[in-house]
T-cell receptor
């Protein structure tokens, strides 16, 4: 079974600083990986997804993630944090189980952006 | 935004009472999912549906049942609510396709408090 580990349940950065949110996965087959963002009192919004077409994936709002098979990682980065980036971020891996593909989520990382 | 609505958005109920949450979609997607979100656990799959009247269990299905009589509606029922079912519940939808193409889109969530 696949699993996802997000290192750091809380991350704080200053406005304008680099954002780095870590995600490691375990999978017995080539994975499809996702990053979702959740703003307060809202549902999850897709930031980006890795589907094996390219190891560096660009998403919305200036975020990108790099798939590194040797490190089983899919870390999320943004060069310069903005106050509006404050949210909770979830990494997820898809797997086929039963009659549909299912998402397995990490426990989430709360990003705080300091002025 | 994907056309997904959830009702009610907030509910307070008492232990032992039945509760039904509704997810409605306007996208005509085949797959629908129910997740619960709890601090430190990310999102965990409760049940999913791969077609009308076709459902299957997820990771945390005990105490929950589902029904899907129409493509657009997926109901989650707590037969006898317990305090451990206090959570935020999210519905998601996806269309079947290649694993590299499938993406789950999430509704706004239902916040349930069981007293």
């Amino acid at each position: 079974a696949q699993s996802v580990t997000q290192l750091g349940s809380h991350v704080s950065v200053s406005e304008g600083a680099l954002v780095l949110l870590r995600c490691n996965y375990s999978s017995s087959v080539p994975p499809y990986l996702f990053w979702y963002v959740q703003y307060p009192n809202q549902g999850l919004q897709l930031l980006l997804k890795y589907t094996s077409a390219a190891t560096l994936v660009k998403g919305i709002n200036g975020f990108e993630a790099e798939f590194k098979k040797s490190e089983t990682s899919f870390h999320l980065t943004k060069p310069s944090a903005h106050m509006s980036d404050a949210a909770e971020y979830f990494c997820a891996v898809t797997q086929t189980s039963g009659s549909a593909r299912q998402l397995t989520f990490g426990s989430g990382t709360q990003l705080t952006v300091l002025p | 935004d994907a056309g997904i609505t959830q009702s009610p958005r907030h509910k307070v109920t008492e232990t032992g009472t039945p509760v039904t949450l509704r997810c409605h979609q306007t996208e005509n997607h085949r797959y629908m999912y129910w997740y619960r979100q709890d601090p430190g656990h990310g999102l965990r799959l409760i049940h999913y549906s791969y077609g009308v009247k076709d459902t299957d269990k997820g990771e945390v299905s005990d105490g929950y049942s589902v029904s899907r009589s129409k493509t657009e509606d997926f109901l989650l029922t707590l037969e006898s609510a317990t305090s451990s079912q206090t959570s935020v519940y999210f519905c998601a939808i996806s269309a079947p396709g290649l694993a590299s193409q499938e993406t789950q889109y999430f509704g706004p969530g239902t916040r349930l408090l069981v007293l």
